[in-house]
């Protein structure tokens, strides 16, 4: 006995800590739109689609010039530089070629302003590659694209689970209502000597199950709220509440096969089309490159003037023959990261097509089983009725009717789970057709 009025005494501790919580109406579009504006995957999948971006645009050197800027200043005896940087001032004179000043010249300064601008004009592994992190930028695009179909079908879930939760609690709060009123009425007929003190021990554990039951169910309906603060990134400790009823919502079914339109599976032949760009561009390294340069020197000897200016222009053709065979490694590398990218997209279509099988036949099931669990409720709502009326007349046993009334409660659980089923099924065909 102690242990049941421990029990009584934890559930109704519980409901009270319960009722304190906020208690915050809730519909779906107001959670679609949270999710959409606060959701931390999504916004990581931003982020990612930056990065491949910002990776894209680092590849339009392979067109652009590199353009520097530098001023040297410097102070030097060295024979050889004094000499050089008197020429590059245009202040050489006669003087300056006695054997005795070419030797041992004097401390001489030297401030150097120089441009130089270096313009790719053949490069042909560096265009392959800004192939591939083009293709890779546009997988990541339709990689978001698919993050947030995902997210719009958890939120499909997630107030699924919430409403299922709450109507749990309505069948315990009513079971349990019918619990304690067949408790009162037995412990009447047990004073009046109708009942033994076994049957009403027997009511006394029926409604310490409900109890516990709904005590389970309203932690549900916590967990579920919890879910969906998570998805919206809501820290404080609310109890969401929706605003509409768990219903059978009835949409026609999709036949035929998984759509390569699909942003996930565009994405995942962007993703090989990017390997097979750096496999060519691995094999384009083979190839001489071709490359403009020039510059536009200032000289002086103070610093920041320039009295004496030159300028150097040309182009540049280099071949890097062998690399001691890590050219073949990497090309080689390349090749197989491709070829594996190929086997992966249709393992991904594969499996995308048999989820969608799995998904066809769990909808027929749910569909049946819907049916099904409808007349078992409503057989085992006519039986409570019934044994009810009976008990109250003294004309039923007590076992008989908490059965039966057991068996109602169970019946209105599994029939609302299976609406869950349903219409999870119907979201998840949704989910796996979008194109």
Known sequence: MKKGYLLVLSFFLFTILLQAQQITPIEKAEVLTKVMEENRSIKISQQEYKEAQADYRQTNAVFLPNITASHTAMATTNPLMAFGSKLNQEILTSSDFDPESLNDPSQIENYATKFEILQ???????????????????????????????????????????????????????????????????????????????????????????????????????????????????????????????????????????????????????????????????????????????????????????????????????????????????????????????FQYEQYVSQSQLEFNKAQRMLLDAESKLKLTSLALEQSKESLRIRTNRFSEGLEKTSDLLLADTQYAKKQLEYYQTIFEYNYAQAYLQFLTKD
């Open 120 to 342: 790719p004009l053949v490069n042909m592994d560096g265009v392959f590659q800004r192939k591939a992190a083009k293709f890779k930028m546009n997988a990541m695009a339709l990689q978001t694209e698919r993050k947030t179909d995902y997210l719009v079908f958890e939120v499909d879930k997630a107030y699924m689970q919430l409403q299922l939760a709450y109507k749990a609690v309505d069948v315990l709060e009513t079971a349990l209502k019918a619990a304690l009123a067949n408790k009162k009425l037995a412990d009447n007929s047990f004073k009046q000597g109708y009942l033994q003190r076994a049957d009403v021990l027997s009511v006394e554990v029926r409604v310490t199950e409900v109890q516990n039951q709904l005590q389970s169910a309203k932690s549900n309906v916590q967990n579920a709220s919890n879910y969906i603060s998570f998805l919206i990134h809501d820290n404080s400790d609310v109890v969401f509440q929706p605003t509409d009823s768990l219903t059978v919502n009835i949409t026609p079914l999709t036949d035929g096969k998984i759509s390569e339109s699909r942003a996930d599976i565009q994405a995942m032949q962007l993703s090989t089309d990017a390997y097979q760009n750096m496999y060519k561009a691995d094999k384009m390294s083979f190839l001489p490159r071709l490359n403009a340069f020039g510059s536009y020197e200032l000289y002086d000897d103070q610093i920041f003037h320039a009295d004496a200016s030159g300028y150097m222009f040309g182009a540049q053709l280099s071949w890097d023959v062998f690399q001691g065979s890590k050219r073949f490694g990497k090309s080689q590398k390349s090749k197989a990261e491709f070829e594996k990218s190929k």
